[in-house]
């Protein structure tokens, strides 16, 4: 019987742990929660179910990679076979991993962000209407003539 591949949404918790065999290769091992949620039409939203915990197991390159990329909080995606099931909590052999966008940005070392980049994306500002300008003398809505002289006089 071949393992079982799954797919698992979910957010690390706790710090990933990096070690290395004797012969020098990378195993990393980290915490994973999924939390799924129902759509609970009496109250017309979503609820959050009992999250299920994973212990997740990873190693060469994607050891490596994951000990530098991962931090606790972070939403991930991970590709992986279930190994096992203990203390209420599933294992995994991850295949593939990738770091969830639905919170974060995120960029590689070949896209590395210019300054320009840093900057949250926000709408353009709403333009603001214009200052009203006075009509010229003589057109309808215009202040009368005498006005504009006291007015340019200083109100003397």
């Known amino acids: 019987m071949t393992p079982s591949v799954t797919h698992v949404t979910g957010t690390i918790t706790g710090d990933v742990e990096v070690r290395f065999t004797q012969g020098g290769i990378a195993v990393c091992r980290f915490r994973l929660t999924e939390t799924p949620t129902q759509w609970d039409a009496a109250a017309q939203k979503w609820r959050d179910l009992e999250p299920i915990p994973y212990i997740c197991t990873a190693w060469r390159d994607l050891a490596s990679n994951a000990a530098e990329s991962l931090v606790d ?4 995606l991970v590709k992986g076979r279930v ?3 203990k203390d209420n909590s599933i294992y995994l052999s991850v295949g593939d991993l ?5 919170k974060r940005i995120a960029y590689t070392e070949t896209s590395l962000p210019s300054p320009i980049a840093a ?3 926000t ?3 709403a ?3 214009a200052p009203a300008s006075r009509p ?3 057109r309808p809505g215009s202040p009368p003539a005498w006005w504009e002289q006291r007015r340019a006089s200083n109100w003397s």
């Open 73 to 76: 909080g972070v939403n991930v």
């Open 83 to 85: 190994t096992g099931v």
């Open 98 to 102: 990738g770091i969830s966008l639905r």
């Open 119 to 121: 900057r949250p994306v």
């Open 123 to 125: 709408a353009p500002p």
């Open 127 to 129: 333009p603001q209407p």
């Open 136 to 138: 010229a003398p003589g």
